[in-house]
């Protein structure tokens, strides 16, 4: 049994749809929508944007077996992003200043477009990770950038259900032990 089967497994019973559904979109006939690296690079900007590390740990580890080392790097890369961008397009959001939301951000933000895989499937990872991190303008940014390259509606549908899953997974797995406790 993988890690990654063994913390499904781990999910409680009060978790099962989460563990049923983690089961289903992970496995091998699941997101059909996705290509290998599409559906592993976003399962990975997930886990990262969803801060569990064992989880993450499992997510990398079993996408290893799926997709070469410069997608799960770019994966990862798109999650570092969005853990800034998320944070900085959200309060400028929030802010509701008109005279703030049109200053530059002024944040390096490079790897945006050097990145080393199809701008398709970076968009993809970095609509996991905007959806875990709950973003409003990044996420639509991201489903706007994947649909200029060509991703078709069922395919972003397809990561936000996976970023959804991990969300969830990540969340009951840091309850569990409280909740046993």
Request: charged share 20%; aromatic share 4%; with cysteine.
């Amino acid at each position: 049994m993988t890690t990654l089967e063994s913390l499904r497994q781990a999910l409680p019973e009060y978790a099962k749809d989460i563990r049923l559904n983690f089961g289903s979109l992970l496995g091998p006939e699941g997101l059909p929508e996705l290509s290998a690296a599409q559906k592993w690079g976003s399962a990975i900007a997930a886990a990262v944007a969803a801060r569990h590390h064992a989880l993450t740990a499992a997510v990398e580890a079993e996408a290893s077996t799926h997709v070469d080392a410069a997608t799960a790097e770019a994966a990862r890369t798109a999650a570092a992003l969005m853990a800034m961008t998320n944070v900085y397009y959200r309060a400028v959001h929030m802010a509701d200043d008109a005279d703030l939301s049109r200053l530059p951000p002024g944040l390096r933000m490079n790897a945006l477009a050097k990145h080393g895989i199809a701008q398709n499937d970076f968009e993809l990872f970095g609509l996991a990770a905007s959806v875990v991190k709950g973003c409003e303008g990044c996420t639509r940014a991201h489903i706007d950038g994947a649909r200029k390259h060509g991703v078709a509606t069922p395919a972003v549908q397809a990561v936000i259900k996976l970023a959804a899953v991990i969300h969830a997974a990540a969340t009951v797995l840091d309850a569990a032990p409280a909740a046993a406790a």
